[in-house]
Protein backbone atom coordinates (compact mmCIF):
# COMPACT_ATOMS: atom_id res chain seq x y z
CA UNK A 1 0.00 0.00 0.00
CA UNK A 2 1.27 3.49 -1.08
CA UNK A 3 1.54 5.89 1.72
CA UNK A 4 -0.77 9.32 0.63
CA UNK A 5 2.76 11.18 0.33
CA UNK A 6 4.22 9.08 -2.19
CA UNK A 7 0.74 8.36 -3.80
CA UNK A 8 1.02 12.20 -4.85
CA UNK A 9 4.21 12.54 -5.52
CA UNK A 10 3.87 9.94 -7.98
CA UNK A 11 1.21 11.30 -9.36
CA UNK A 12 2.70 14.55 -9.39
CA UNK A 13 5.62 12.37 -12.23
CA UNK A 14 2.56 11.57 -14.39
CA UNK A 15 1.98 15.17 -15.29
CA UNK A 16 6.10 15.56 -15.62
CA UNK A 17 6.14 12.42 -17.73
CA UNK A 18 3.01 13.42 -19.86
CA UNK A 19 4.62 16.94 -20.57
CA UNK A 20 7.76 15.33 -21.37
CA UNK A 21 5.86 13.46 -24.03
CA UNK A 22 3.91 16.68 -25.34
CA UNK A 23 6.65 18.40 -25.31
CA UNK A 24 8.99 16.25 -27.63
CA UNK A 25 6.16 15.85 -29.30
CA UNK A 26 5.74 19.82 -30.38
CA UNK A 27 9.49 19.59 -30.78
CA UNK A 28 9.20 17.03 -33.28
CA UNK A 29 6.05 18.81 -34.90
CA UNK A 30 8.28 21.63 -35.78
CA UNK A 31 11.55 20.12 -36.82
CA UNK A 32 9.34 18.14 -39.18
CA UNK A 33 7.59 21.49 -40.40
CA UNK A 34 11.69 22.94 -40.95
CA UNK A 35 12.40 19.96 -43.07
CA UNK A 36 14.40 17.94 -40.60
CA UNK A 37 13.08 14.70 -40.98
CA UNK A 38 15.54 12.76 -39.23
CA UNK A 39 15.58 14.96 -36.25
CA UNK A 40 11.89 14.52 -36.21
CA UNK A 41 11.97 11.11 -36.49
CA UNK A 42 14.06 11.01 -33.20
CA UNK A 43 12.09 13.20 -31.43
CA UNK A 44 8.57 11.51 -32.28
CA UNK A 45 10.42 8.23 -31.13
CA UNK A 46 11.28 10.03 -27.76
CA UNK A 47 7.68 10.97 -27.08
CA UNK A 48 6.36 7.53 -27.34
CA UNK A 49 9.07 6.87 -24.47
CA UNK A 50 8.26 9.33 -22.14
CA UNK A 51 4.24 8.22 -22.77
CA UNK A 52 5.13 4.64 -21.91
CA UNK A 53 7.16 6.12 -18.72
CA UNK A 54 3.29 7.51 -18.10
CA UNK A 55 2.03 4.04 -18.46
CA UNK A 56 4.48 3.30 -16.26
CA UNK A 57 3.59 5.18 -13.16
CA UNK A 58 -0.25 4.84 -13.95
CA UNK A 59 0.32 1.11 -13.60
CA UNK A 60 2.35 0.99 -10.56
CA UNK A 61 0.33 3.36 -8.36
CA UNK A 62 -2.80 1.59 -8.68
CA UNK A 63 -0.82 -1.98 -8.11
CA UNK A 64 0.18 -0.79 -5.37
CA UNK A 65 -3.66 0.15 -4.42
CA UNK A 66 -3.35 4.11 -5.12
CA UNK A 67 -5.38 5.97 -7.14
CA UNK A 68 -3.28 6.95 -10.80
CA UNK A 69 -4.95 10.68 -12.00
CA UNK A 70 -4.84 11.09 -15.47
CA UNK A 71 -4.30 15.25 -15.47
CA UNK A 72 -4.80 17.63 -18.44
CA UNK A 73 -1.13 19.00 -19.70
CA UNK A 74 0.18 22.28 -20.02
CA UNK A 75 0.65 23.51 -23.54
CA UNK A 76 4.56 23.16 -24.80
CA UNK A 77 5.78 25.75 -27.23
CA UNK A 78 5.23 25.67 -30.84
CA UNK A 79 8.35 26.66 -32.17
CA UNK A 80 12.25 26.89 -31.03
CA UNK A 81 14.94 28.70 -31.89
CA UNK A 82 17.03 26.57 -33.92
CA UNK A 83 18.61 22.80 -33.34
CA UNK A 84 21.24 23.48 -31.01
CA UNK A 85 18.78 25.10 -28.80
CA UNK A 86 15.97 22.53 -28.92
CA UNK A 87 18.82 19.85 -28.24
CA UNK A 88 20.23 21.71 -25.07
CA UNK A 89 16.60 22.33 -23.91
CA UNK A 90 15.65 18.58 -23.96
CA UNK A 91 18.81 17.89 -22.01
CA UNK A 92 18.01 20.61 -19.35
CA UNK A 93 14.39 19.07 -19.52
CA UNK A 94 15.90 15.68 -18.89
CA UNK A 95 18.00 16.91 -16.42
CA UNK A 96 15.07 18.54 -14.48
CA UNK A 97 13.33 14.85 -14.59
CA UNK A 98 16.09 13.40 -13.03
CA UNK A 99 16.01 15.91 -10.57
CA UNK A 100 12.22 15.14 -9.80
CA UNK A 101 13.26 10.62 -10.39
CA UNK A 102 15.56 11.59 -7.38
CA UNK A 103 13.27 13.02 -5.34
CA UNK A 104 10.92 9.75 -5.45
CA UNK A 105 14.46 8.05 -4.35
CA UNK A 106 14.75 10.30 -1.50
CA UNK A 107 10.98 9.94 -0.48
CA UNK A 108 10.90 6.32 -0.64
CA UNK A 109 13.58 5.85 1.95
CA UNK A 110 12.47 8.59 3.96
CA UNK A 111 8.83 6.68 4.32
CA UNK A 112 10.00 2.91 4.31
CA UNK A 113 8.89 2.38 1.03
CA UNK A 114 11.14 -0.01 -0.47
CA UNK A 115 9.07 -1.26 -2.88
CA UNK A 116 8.66 2.26 -4.36
CA UNK A 117 12.74 2.14 -3.77
CA UNK A 118 13.25 -0.92 -5.90
CA UNK A 119 10.49 -0.24 -8.73
CA UNK A 120 12.20 3.08 -9.42
CA UNK A 121 15.33 1.93 -9.95
CA UNK A 122 14.51 1.29 -13.21
CA UNK A 123 13.91 5.53 -13.98
CA UNK A 124 17.38 6.20 -11.80
CA UNK A 125 19.22 3.97 -14.59
CA UNK A 126 16.79 5.50 -17.62
CA UNK A 127 18.03 8.92 -17.08
CA UNK A 128 21.30 8.01 -16.59
CA UNK A 129 21.09 7.01 -20.31
CA UNK A 130 18.76 9.16 -21.44
CA UNK A 131 21.25 12.36 -20.38
CA UNK A 132 24.00 10.72 -21.73
CA UNK A 133 22.29 10.50 -25.49
CA UNK A 134 21.24 13.38 -25.40
CA UNK A 135 25.41 14.62 -24.69
CA UNK A 136 25.99 12.77 -27.47
CA UNK A 137 24.11 14.82 -29.95
CA UNK A 138 24.95 17.94 -28.41
CA UNK A 139 28.39 16.97 -29.13
CA UNK A 140 28.28 15.55 -32.25
CA UNK A 141 26.42 19.08 -33.02
CA UNK A 142 29.35 21.30 -31.48
CA UNK A 143 31.68 19.45 -33.85
CA UNK A 144 29.35 20.06 -37.28
CA UNK A 145 28.64 23.53 -36.63
CA UNK A 146 24.80 25.07 -38.04
CA UNK A 147 26.03 25.02 -41.66
CA UNK A 148 26.20 21.42 -41.87
CA UNK A 149 22.71 20.26 -39.95
CA UNK A 150 21.99 18.24 -43.05
CA UNK A 151 24.54 15.41 -42.82
CA UNK A 152 23.52 15.68 -39.06
CA UNK A 153 19.94 15.27 -40.17
CA UNK A 154 20.48 12.59 -41.89
CA UNK A 155 23.10 11.14 -39.14
CA UNK A 156 20.28 11.06 -36.86
CA UNK A 157 18.03 9.49 -39.11
CA UNK A 158 17.34 5.88 -37.23
CA UNK A 159 19.10 6.41 -33.79
CA UNK A 160 17.42 5.43 -30.71
CA UNK A 161 17.40 7.20 -27.94
CA UNK A 162 17.51 5.52 -24.25
CA UNK A 163 15.06 2.74 -24.47
FE1 LIG B 1 10.83 9.99 -18.79
O1 LIG B 1 12.58 10.09 -19.17
FE2 LIG B 1 12.88 11.62 -20.17
O2 LIG B 1 11.88 12.82 -19.34
Do not use: C
Amino acid sequence: MLTQKIEKKLNEQIIKEGYSSNLYLAMASWADTEGYAGIAQWLFAQAEEERMHMLKFVSFINERGGHAIVPSFEEPPAKFDGIKVLFDQVLAHEQYISGSINDIVGLAISENDYATHGWIQWFVTEQVEEEASVQTIIDKLKMLGEKNMYIFDRDIMGLRGAE
